[in-house]
């Protein structure tokens, strides 16, 4: 169980490919995880990124063609940490962005369970 002092770690999972965010949710789910949310959409996503009470997110860098960098740079005001995913690694994120972890689908779930329990330190 992954957890922050009692309570499971509560994850945003951000990601407009729906397969992806079921197999994500799944094995995180299965690692001690608490998916409490998903986003598919920009709008959705900075919603959820302003209003939602996490510990971390996920998330896709392109939603649609929409870039997720607004999400990001709400969640970074809140203090939420973040990893990025795209199919493109780390040639697909901004420099702005390059000091958060990004993982390339498709990703192997441990090395990024075990960047977001750094994250959650």
């Given at each position: 169980?992954?957890?922050?002092?009692?309570?499971?770690?509560?994850v945003?999972?951000?990601?407009?490919?729906?397969?992806?965010?079921?197999?994500?949710?799944?094995?995180?789910?299965?690692?001690?995880?608490?998916?409490v949310?998903?986003?598919?959409?920009?709008?959705?996503?900075?919603?959820?990124?302003?209003?939602?009470?996490?510990?971390?997110?996920?998330?896709?860098?392109?939603?649609?063609?929409?870039?997720?960098?607004?999400?990001?740079?709400?969640l970074?005001?809140?203090?939420?940490?973040?990893?990025?995913?795209?199919?493109?690694?780390?040639?697909?994120?901004?420099?702005?962005?390059?000091?958060?972890?990004?993982?390339?689908?498709?990703?192997?779930?441990?090395?990024?369970?075990?960047?977001?329990?750094?994250?959650?330190?």
């Amino acid at each position: 169980m992954v957890s922050v002092g009692d309570w499971m770690t509560k994850v945003l999972i951000v990601e407009d490919e729906a397969l992806i965010a079921m197999l994500l949710e799944e094995m995180l789910v299965d690692r001690g995880f608490d998916v409490v949310a998903h986003a598919v959409t920009l709008d959705e996503a900075e919603r959820l990124a302003s209003t939602i009470d996490v510990d971390v997110a996920i998330l896709d860098v392109s939603l649609g063609g929409t870039y997720v960098f607004p999400v990001a740079e709400r969640l970074r005001e809140r203090g939420i940490p973040f990893a990025f995913t795209t199919g493109y690694g780390s040639d697909g994120v901004p420099d702005a962005w390059a000091r958060y972890p990004v993982f390339t689908k498709p990703y192997d779930i441990e090395p990024l369970v075990q960047s977001l329990r750094q994250l959650l330190k």
